[in-house]
């Protein structure tokens, strides 16, 4: 049962556009949720967070929206640059610390010049 | 500051044999995550340690085990080698149980049985 769902296993963007990547959970105790980048050969590197008592948290280029009723949130990178090109997965929580982040399959995104 | 480190990079087993694979915690963390990326799937938690102590595993079979040293550090065994166990094994530390995210991975070891 994926408790975490990357539908997309790839997205390419255009230099100086948006980038989109959605993330779909299922389990309704997940009250934390985090986005991690990871390049080849190098370890997944935290990027953003998110709880539940928001819906939207900014960093500079990277926003993370997070929409409870339809247990669904996205990252937006904007403008998006070839240094972003990675793959970004989406992770989740229940902010007890006794339990493990539950991870999806990853979004490779690719941004074009 | 050191972050996560793992060693070896890459380790090549046959079916059947037993693989350990290390993990040192960046300096002053007491918790180590051990994580599988198989191809095509996302990370999935392998084990929890803590203060020297297994806190959670994951929905892994028994040959998947390990432990947590003096100084932290952990330690993975495979045993009983299975092909499918072939995957990239990742390593996290926190300071401790509650200080949530892992702000890097270490680098990987990448388990290839052949």
């Known amino acids: 049962d994926q408790q975490v769902k990357q539908n997309s296993p790839s997205l390419s963007v255009q230099e100086g556009r948006i980038s989109i990547l959605n993330c779909d959970y299922t389990?309704?105790?997940?009250?934390?949720f985090l986005w991690y980048k990871k390049y080849p050969a190098e370890g997944p590197t935290f990027l953003i967070s998110?709880?539940?008592?928001?819906d939207k948290n900014e960093d500079g280029r990277f926003t993370v929206f997070l929409n409870k009723s339809a247990k669904h949130l996205s990252l937006h990178i904007v403008p998006s640059q070839p240094g972003d090109s990675a793959v970004y997965f989406c992770?989740?929580?229940?902010?007890?610390?006794?339990?493990?982040?539950?991870f999806g399959k990853g979004t490779r995104l690719s941004v074009i010049a | 500051e050191a972050g996560v480190t793992q060693s070896p990079t890459h380790l090549i087993k046959t079916r059947g044999q037993q693989a350990t694979l290390r993990c040192s915690p960046i300096?002053?963390?007491?918790?180590v995550y051990w994580y599988q990326q198989a191809l095509g799937l996302g990370l999935q938690f392998l084990l929890w340690?803590?203060?020297?102590?297994?806190?959670n595993r994951g929905n892994f079979p028994p040959r998947f085990s390990g432990r947590q040293f003096p100084n932290y550090s952990s330690e993975l065994n495979v045993n009983a080698l299975e092909l499918e166990d072939s995957a990239l094994y990742l390593c996290?530390?926190?300071?401790?149980?509650?200080?949530?995210?892992?702000?890097?991975f270490g680098s990987g070891t990448r388990l290839t049985v052949v």
């Open positions: 998110i709880s539940s008592i928001k």
């Open positions: 996290a530390s926190l300071k401790d149980a509650g200080s949530l995210p892992f702000d890097t």
């Open positions: 340690y803590d203060e020297g102590e297994e806190r």
């Open positions: 992770a989740a929580s229940v902010y007890s610390g006794n339990t493990p982040l539950v």
């Open positions: 300096s002053g963390h007491t918790s």
């Open positions: 389990n309704s105790m997940f009250d934390y």
